[in-house]
T-cell receptor
Framework: AQKVTQAQTEISVVEKEDVTLDCVYETRDTTYYLFWYKQPPSGELVFLIRRNSFDEQNEISGRYSWNFQKSTSSFNFTITASQVVDSAVYFCALSEPTSGTYKYIFGTGTRLKVLA | DVKVTQSSRYLVKRTGEKVFLECVQDMDHENMFWYRQDPGLGLRLIYFSYDVKMKEKGDIPEGYSVSREKKERFSLILESASTNQTSMYLC??????????????FGPGTRLLVL
């Protein structure tokens, strides 16, 4: 069965520290997509990134970067020079086929607290 | 801009009441999803729909039903609310392209408290 594991339940860092959120997945598909979402205290999940299984290039967007390693089935997310506004719950998800369409398998999320 | 709206941000209901949670998207998306989110359990899929009047059970459909009469609207119904349905409910939508690349877009969530 497909599975997404976010082993870190909660992480606390001091502002300006770098922090990495881990995501490990299991799938039998050869083509698949992985996603990261941010859920701030307001509650809405905000899409951050989508990555397909054929593209192992690291992605950087400002202070955010993602490291996709197929060999270890990991898709980790790093925030450089963290800020208080980064405090949120972060979810990793894997897309899998289902009846008529595709659905997500979500990890249980990592709560990040950035302290001033 | 992508927009998914949910009818209420906060809702308080009594045990046994019938509860309707509504979700509307303005992106002409085929797929719509209902999740519940509980601490330590992440997001769990309740029901989804890939077309008007089509509905499929997700991982935890018990105690819930859904309705999709129009493409833009997907309703979640708690026929007889119970205290264990106290949770955060999130609606999402996505385009259908025949591949697994489509991104889901989420509404702001409804925090439901059943007393």
């Amino acid at each position: 069965a497909q599975k997404v594991t976010q082993a870190q339940t909660e992480i606390s860092v001091v502002e300006k520290e770098d922090v990495t959120l881990d995501c490990v997945y299991e799938t039998r598909d050869t083509t698949y997509y992985l996603f990261w979402y941010k859920q701030p205290p307001s509650g809405e999940l905000v899409f951050l990134i989508r990555r397909n299984s054929f593209d192992e290039q690291n992605e950087i967007s400002g202070r955010y970067s993602w490291n996709f390693q197929k060999s270890t089935s990991s898709f980790n997310f790093t925030i450089t020079a963290s800020q208080v506004v980064d405090s949120a719950v972060y979810f990793c998800a894997l897309s899998e086929p289902t009846s008529g369409t595709y659905k997500y398998i979500f990890g249980t999320g990592t709560r990040l607290k950035v302290l001033a | 801009d992508v927009k998914v709206t949910q009818s209420s941000r906060y809702l308080v209901k009594r045990t046994g009441e019938k509860v309707f949670l509504e979700c509307v998207q303005d992106m002409d998306h085929e797929n719509m999803f209902w999740y519940r989110q509980d601490p330590g359990l992440g997001l769990r899929l309740i029901y989804f729909s890939y077309d008007v009047k089509m509905k499929e059970k997700g991982d935890i459909p018990e105690g819930y039903s859904v309705s999709r009469e129009k493409k833009e609207r997907f309703s979640l119904i708690l026929e007889s609310a119970s205290t264990n349905q106290t949770s955060m409910y999130l609606c999402a939508s996505s385009l259908f392209s025949g591949s697994n690349r489509e991104t889901q877009y989420f509404g702001p969530g409804t925090r439901l408290l059943v007393l």
